[in-house]
Structure formats: C-alpha cells, structure tokens
C-alpha cells in the first residue's frame, strides 16, 4: 500500500470516489456539501491498495501558520489497517515542508480517539457539521530540522 499526494484528474477522481463513499452513501452526507467547491484550493492525498484508492484526505490553507485537513476517509472494508495514519502522516509531511506550524481538524467525535493517538488535541465543544458531531482538534507540527 501506499499514499501519494495527487493532482491530475485520475487521481482527484480516485479521491471523491472514496469521500463518496464514505461520506455520501455511508453516513448519508449530502453530495452537495461534501463536494463543497473547495477541492481545486486543496492539496489531495490518495492511499491506493494494489492500484486500488482505499483512502482519501485533502489539506487546504487554514492561515498563515495553519494548515487544515479534511475529508480524512478510509473505505468501511480497509479500516484498521492503518489506512488513517499514513494518510495523516503524509498530509502532515506535506503541510510541514510547506512552512504550516500547525494543522487544524474537524473530527467526527467517533474518530476523535484516532486523532488524540496521533497527537491532536481536541480545542472545541462538540458541534454539528452536516448532522454530525464534531470536533476542532490541533496538532503542532515539529521544526523542519527535528523531522529527521
């Protein structure tokens, strides 16, 4: 398996079919707000399984130190394999080579558990996007020289 960061056409439309799936069909999104116009700002990040797209995250500019990631998903059948991780992980790297100190979440408040094992943590009260809870979460990213 491996995740890379995507931005021709194929490999975008690799990224929606996932969210689709797990957004729209899953948990009943509507199509209208997950595809929220915003894809053409964002840098997109596909995890493909033997030329399979299994999971999806896309990371868009929040502030000036800020990074955001969203639409973080792994296909139902994929999950706990590690899908997540190394999805976050390559959009972290990313993020962190493009001079962002810190990225900023949503997460579902299921998933929430995932994020504070990967050092998040949670800077809000629960609220609703989409009908779902959430919450705001935040991680600090390491200097650039203390990655390696």
């Known amino acids: 398996m491996d995740v890379r960061r995507v931005d021709d056409e194929a490999g975008i439309d690799d990224a929606l079919a996932v969210r689709r799936a797990v957004f729209v069909e899953e948990q009943g999104v509507p199509e209208e707000l997950e595809l929220d116009g915003n894809d053409g700002t964002a840098t997109h990040f596909v995890a493909y399984d033997d030329g399979r797209p299994v999971g999806a995250a896309r990371l868009r500019a929040y502030d000036e130190t800020t990074a955001k990631a969203e ?78």
Do not use: C, N, W
């Open 71 to 148: 639409r973080v998903a792994v296909a139902a059948a994929e999950r706990g394999r590690g899908i997540g991780r190394r999805l976050m992980s390559a959009l972290e790297a990313h993020a962190a080579d493009a001079g962002y100190e810190t990225v900023v979440l949503h997460a579902q408040v299921p998933v929430v558990g995932f994020y504070e094992r990967l050092g998040y943590t949670a800077t809000s009260d629960v609220f609703e996007d989409a009908g779902i809870p959430h919450r705001e979460m935040r991680k600090p990213l390491p200097e650039r020289d203390e990655r390696f």
